[in-house]
């Protein structure tokens, strides 16, 4: 609710309950999502490198967020959603990575050690990440910067230790799965999850 609260704030009320009767419309129907692996250990060992305009933070909690940052980030997903994320995420121990263009956030990705923040479609080790959740903001899309960002953030995981790296996204998302091939995940499997109760049920379908 408070996702179509900001949605109807930004793009108005016919489009908003067109976006609801979409969303009912494909529960049934749910798409599976591509789940991404990569192995840390083989990374190069060199630095990743950035364009000399970017700049990469990674933040644990609220306190460490510039407030002109926190305002631009707000502006882009609404303050009381983000206000919900960073209070659920930040306590359970999940990092977030702001990278700026030119001094602007410009977009985020959450990573979390050894867990997830919902149940996934399988069980993480102690040496395990996950990232999930990112979204690189409307005036900034198409130039490659998720890619770059997420790249970066797997060496910086590598450097702490780490040795996989997880991530889904769903198979009807076409620009994030383009995004997602620039960088070092690959492909594994194909997934639908259901939750009930206290009970995950998972169902696996053939690689694409």
């Keep these: 609710m408070i996702r179509f609260k900001h949605y109807y704030r930004r793009k108005g009320l016919i489009n908003t309950i067109h976006r609801i009767f979409q969303k009912i419309k ?6 599976p999502e591509i789940l991404f692996f990569v ?3 083989k990374l190069e060992n060199k630095e990743r490198t950035i364009p ?5 933070e990674c933040l644990k909690s609220e306190d ?3 407030r002109d940052d926190l305002i631009v980030i707000f502006e882009n997903i609404g303050e009381e959603i983000m206000r919900y994320f960073m ?3 930040f306590s359970q121990g999940a990092l977030l ?3 700026k263009v030119d001094g602007t956030p410009a977009g985020y990705i959450w990573s ?5 923040i919902r149940p996934h479609y399988f069980p993480l080790t102690a040496d395990d990440v996950h990232l999930f959740d990112n979204l690189i903001f409307e005036k900034f899309r198409g130039r490659s910067i998720n890619s770059v960002l997420i790249n970066y953030v797997l060496t910086e995981l590598k450097r702490d230790g780490l ?3 997880f991530i889904e996204t769903n198979i009807t998302n076409t620009p994030e799965i383009r995004s997602l091939e620039k960088t070092n995940f690959k492909e594994f499997g194909l997934a639908r999850k259901c939750h009930v109760g206290e009970r995950n049920f998972v169902i696996w379908s053939k690689v694409r």
Excluded at 26 to 31: A, E, N, Q, T, V
Excluded at 52 to 56: D, E, V
Excluded at 112 to 116: A, L, M, S, V
């Design 52 to 56: 000399n305009n970017f700049r990469i």
């Design 39 to 41: 192995d840390l250990a």
């Design 112 to 116: 979390i050690e050894r867990r997830t």
């Design 87 to 89: 209070e659920e995420r």
């Design 26 to 31: 494909d529960l049934p129907f749910r798409k």
């Design 97 to 99: 990575w702001v990278v």
């Design 163 to 165: 040795v996989r790296a």
């Design 64 to 66: 460490e967020i510039f």
